[in-house]
């Protein structure tokens, strides 16, 4: 069986939290979500657990940090192609969220941008082709 990450995020407004995810392609489980939490999938491996304040604070007894001002974690996501990374950072822009806050990469075999949610969460949107980024590195293909 694959292993399964669930990302657990803070969120002040879960409602606002939910419709963000779901306008940036994540899809809401019902199964998992009630009035302090929204399970959202990106994948059947990847998932994104937004949680109140007072949802989040059973897990932890450390102080919330507010991602607009701290960075507590860098998440990244990747994608199908260079289109998708576009339009999944588009995506988050139509959403209300910031796109770019962290440079573009582009280094041919790989692409990446990023968003910032609501919360100010930083999310990357990464591409990569696999044998090119190997070629690059004089590796051959397939090892």
Not at 23 to 43: H, Y
Not at 53 to 66: E, M, N, W
Not at 97 to 108: A, K, L
């Amino acid at each position: 069986m694959a292993k399964l990450i669930f990302v657990n995020l803070p969120v002040s407004d879960l409602e606002h939290a939910t419709a963000f995810y779901e306008a940036v392609g994540a899809q809401r489980n019902p199964q998992f979500c009630d009035g302090t939490a929204s399970c959202m999938v990106f994948s059947e491996t990847i998932h994104a657990m937004l949680l109140t304040h007072d949802r989040f604070r059973a897990f932890s007894p450390k102080k919330i940090a507010d991602a607009r001002t701290t960075s507590e974690v860098l998440i990244c996501i990747s994608a199908d192609s260079r289109e998708g990374v576009d339009d999944m950072v588009a995506k988050a822009e139509a959403a209300g969220g910031i796109v770019d806050p962290s440079p573009v990469e582009d280094y041919g075999f790989m692409y990446g941008r990023s968003f910032e949610d609501p919360d100010g969460h930083i999310w990357g949107v990464m591409w990569m082709d696999v044998e090119a980024a190997m070629a690059a590195r004089g590796e051959p293909a397939g090892a």
